[in-house]
């Protein structure tokens, strides 16, 4: 079913809702950026900006309300200092755990590698992958050098 035998079987849209939304206006509430002066006896341009009042001063209760918020603000950030301290302590205390479980896990495995260096299978293994990885690569470095090496060949030799 395809879509437009799905649209077909849909109601037709009215042309107000067919219409596009129109374009959105800026609405302007000056007509020029400047008036002119004609109360001097030389004709000059004044800026829109002088002409507006100045911001009335900070009252005293504004002044009170800032510094209260100040204090809560500083109240709060001395809060989230303790707890990220906190945060941090536990956090490195876990990381030096898990740190030494690894230390530890590691030794294990060079333990174990060691106690079968003289085991002739584990010497027999690891002579057959580097021999096989010597040799892939030696392959894959003539395919490159005739400019034969591309994906297919790779996954071919890889088994793929």
Known sequence: MSYASQAAKLPKQSAEEARAPAPPSIESTESSGS??????PHVSSIKSEDLRPEAPKTSESAKEKASSFSEKASSKADEFSA????NYDKAKSTASKKSSEAKAKAEGARDELSANRDNPVVVGNAVVIAITAIGLGVGAYR????????????GAWAGV
Do not use: I, M, R
């Open 83 to 86: 707890s990220a301290s906190t």
């Open 143 to 154: 395919k490159h050098q005739k400019g034969e090496l591309s994906w297919g060949v790779v």
């Open 35 to 40: 008036y002119t002066d004609v109360s001097s």
